[in-house]
């Protein structure tokens, strides 16, 4: 696949430069396609088409009942183009085909409705008795012109949950998708096109890290959402201050799951599987740190390996792999090094480690791993390592498990395992996090909140919350 052009302003247009982002297959290592990269003066282009369409353009204005069926019609394209968007997906990051259908492609798209349906309940317009005599009407107004950054792990997840919100509530958006991961943006990019979205409202531009510092820094952009690690969250954030710039950040995790001391070790197991190696591990959300009470800790290590050790790796088209590739050859090696870090600290490796798995000779892969014999002040134990790697901490009751899940430099996520949902729910009221799960990891409902606090960020998507970051409130006082 070649693409060489750039979606401007709701156009295909010539890039400014010749560069260009060479895609190669996670999985075999060979080349997939190559895309039209941007540059400085493409984001120029395309946040100059933003600010017209908002400034002078009709969507800003448009009644939101009417901005709501233009989403449900690219909703609707995007539903015909799902297997596309799947295979698309699993060829350029190694994301097993059955997961990219599910949760890279379809729970995006039922995302899409669900604001849908937020929107038509949302409160575009109040009216509320004023103290002094005035009454007041509010006005829930557009943010202006959005740039939306996205990382490679679940592209199209993150997009819609800043491009769809930020479209009903009749902002522009000027989006940049990952190196790692352009062609679901281009894809995306062509279902846009025949959506019916003025001129100028949406632009995708694939690009490095230097052509998002610009997009952020630009000085036509009026908020930056932007999902991606701490580090560059804590850039972003610097970048945005300087200018009074609004500014929404999901960043890093280091969830954990406390697993109580009457819950069932095999079902445990399964919780867990589920909610931190999907993705292999990609995912920010994943519950990496397993927080199990001493008494019983051989008993929920054992169950744990078990579910681990059965997971079949390899190739990501292959319906029935559950693990496929890491991202990029650097990822699998800062994976591999942790495997070392973590044993060179004391903490044993219970199954995986380092090495390619069995009967694999190329690709990306790392051995789903987990630890015991750790603690928390083990590196494993406080860095993000995004992959398939768990971490087992013993501990000695539910007060040292709260001290533990709540030590952490992070706070996206976590979960509690219990046979009893009352004693779950009281934990986790006391646990620092934005989402958190009972018996489960967290779903990402759509019509619930999800963000971070401490080092994960600030701003919630999804939800209500979600439209609310794309609005400025208004207020009218109407003298009587």
Same mark, same amino acid.
């Given at each position: 696949?070649?693409?060489?052009?750039?979606?401007?302003?709701?156009?295909?247009?010539?890039?400014?430069?010749?560069?260009?982002?060479?895609?190669?297959?996670?999985?075999?290592?060979?080349?997939?396609?190559?895309?039209?990269?941007?540059?400085?003066?493409?984001?120029?282009?395309?946040?100059?088409?933003?600010?017209?369409?908002?400034?002078?353009?009709?969507?800003?204005?448009?009644?939101?009942?009417?901005?709501?069926?233009?989403?449900?019609?690219?909703?609707?394209?995007?539903?015909?183009?799902?297997?596309?968007?799947?295979?698309?997906?699993?060829?350029?990051?190694?994301?097993?085909?059955?997961?990219?259908?599910?949760?890279?492609?379809?729970?995006?798209?039922?995302?899409?409705?669900?604001?849908?349906?937020?929107?038509?309940?949302?409160?575009?317009?109040?009216?509320?008795?004023?103290?002094?005599?005035?009454?007041?009407?509010?006005?829930?107004?557009?943010?202006?012109?959005?740039?939306?950054?996205?990382?490679?792990?679940?592209?199209?997840?993150?997009?819609?949950?800043?491009?769809?919100?930020?479209?009903?509530?009749?902002?522009?958006?000027?989006?940049?998708?990952?190196?790692?991961?352009?062609?679901?943006?281009?894809?995306?990019?062509?279902?846009?096109?025949?959506?019916?979205?003025?001129?100028?409202?949406?632009?995708?531009?694939?690009?490095?890290?230097?052509?998002?510092?610009?997009?952020?820094?630009?000085? @036509?952009? !009026?908020?930056?959402? =932007?999902?991606?690690? &701490?580090?560059?969250? %804590? $850039?972003?954030? *610097?970048?945005?201050? +300087?200018?009074?710039?609004?500014?929404?950040?999901?960043?890093?995790?280091?969830?954990?799951?406390?697993?109580?001391?009457?819950?069932?070790?095999?079902?445990?197991?399964?919780?867990?599987?589920?909610?931190?190696?999907?993705?292999?591990?990609?995912?920010?959300?994943?519950?990496?740190?397993?927080?199990?009470?001493?008494?019983?800790?051989?008993?929920?290590?054992?169950?744990?390996?078990?579910?681990?050790?059965?997971?079949?790796?390899?190739?990501?088209?292959?319906?029935?792999?559950?693990?496929?590739?890491?991202?990029?050859?650097?990822?699998?090696?800062?994976?591999?090094?942790?495997?070392?870090?973590?044993?060179?600290?004391?903490?044993?490796?219970?199954?995986?480690?380092?090495?390619?798995?069995? @009967?694999? !000779?190329?690709?990306? =892969?790392?051995?789903? &791993?987990?630890?015991? %014999? $750790?603690?928390? *002040?083990?590196?494993? +134990?406080?860095?993000?390592?995004?992959?398939?790697?768990?971490?087992?901490?013993?501990?000695?009751?539910?007060?040292?498990?709260?001290?533990?899940?709540?030590?952490?430099?992070?706070?996206?996520?976590?979960?509690?395992?219990?046979?009893?949902?009352?004693?779950?729910?009281?934990?986790?009221?006391?646990?620092?996090?934005?989402?958190?799960?009972?018996?489960?990891?967290?779903?990402?409902?759509?019509?619930?909140?999800?963000?971070?606090?401490?080092?994960?960020?600030?701003?919630?998507?999804?939800?209500?919350?979600?439209?609310?970051?794309?609005?400025?409130?208004?207020?009218?006082?109407?003298?009587?």
């Amino acid at each position: 696949m070649r693409h060489d052009e750039l979606f401007i302003g709701g156009s295909w247009q010539a890039p400014s430069t010749y560069r260009r982002i060479e895609v190669i297959s996670p999985h075999t290592e060979t080349h997939v396609a190559s895309v039209a990269a941007a540059a400085p003066a493409d984001v120029d282009r395309a946040v100059a088409a933003a600010r017209e369409a908002f400034d002078t353009g009709t969507w800003p204005g448009t009644d939101p009942a009417e901005r709501i069926e233009v989403v449900r019609g690219l909703a609707e394209s995007y539903g015909q183009r799902r297997a596309d968007m799947a295979d698309v997906i699993t060829s350029e990051i190694g994301a097993p085909i059955s997961f990219a259908q599910r949760a890279q492609v379809a729970l995006p798209w039922s995302m899409m409705t669900a604001f849908c349906d937020l929107a038509e309940t949302y409160p575009w317009r109040e009216a509320r008795p004023g103290r002094y005599g005035s009454d007041i009407q509010i006005r829930r107004e557009p943010v202006g012109v959005v740039a939306a950054i996205v990382p490679w792990n679940m592209p199209q997840f993150l997009i819609v949950t800043k491009l769809i919100p930020a479209l009903l509530a009749g902002c522009s958006v000027v989006l940049k998708p990952a190196a790692e991961s352009p062609l679901n943006a281009v894809l995306l990019a062509e279902i846009i096109a025949g959506s019916g979205l003025p001129e100028g409202v949406v632009s995708v531009l694939p690009g490095d890290s230097t052509v998002g510092e610009y997009l952020v820094r630009h000085p @036509g952009v !009026d908020k930056v959402s =932007f999902t991606g690690s &701490t580090a560059a969250g %804590r $850039a972003v954030a *610097a970048a945005c201050a +300087a200018d009074l710039k609004r500014v929404s950040l999901e960043l890093g995790g280091k969830s954990a799951a406390i697993v109580l001391d009457d819950a069932d070790p095999v079902a445990v197991a399964a919780g867990v599987r589920s909610a931190s190696l999907s993705n292999s591990g990609q995912i920010c959300n994943a519950l990496t740190r397993i927080l199990v009470p001493r008494a019983r800790s051989a008993e929920f290590t054992d169950a744990l390996a078990a579910e681990m050790d059965s997971l079949i790796v390899g190739d990501p088209r292959d319906e029935a792999t559950q693990v496929g590739p890491l991202v990029a050859q650097r990822q699998q090696q800062r994976v591999t090094d942790y495997l070392e870090q973590g044993t060179r600290d004391g903490a044993r490796i219970v199954v995986g480690g380092t090495g390619m798995p069995e @009967g694999l !000779d190329r690709g990306w =892969f790392v051995k789903p &791993t987990l630890f015991d %014999r $750790a603690d928390n *002040a083990m590196t494993i +134990a406080r860095e993000e390592i995004f992959g398939p790697v768990l971490t087992v901490i013993a501990y000695s009751d539910s007060e040292e498990a709260i001290r533990i899940a709540n030590d952490s430099d992070y706070g996206l996520a976590g979960s509690v395992f219990t046979a009893d949902p009352e004693r779950g729910l009281a934990v986790a009221e006391r646990i620092r996090t934005g989402t958190f799960g009972v018996n489960q990891g967290y779903p990402m409902d759509p019509f619930a909140p999800f963000g971070g606090v401490k080092g994960s960020g600030y701003g919630r998507e999804l939800g209500r919350e979600g439209i609310d970051g794309y609005t400025e409130s208004k207020s009218i006082a109407v003298a009587s």
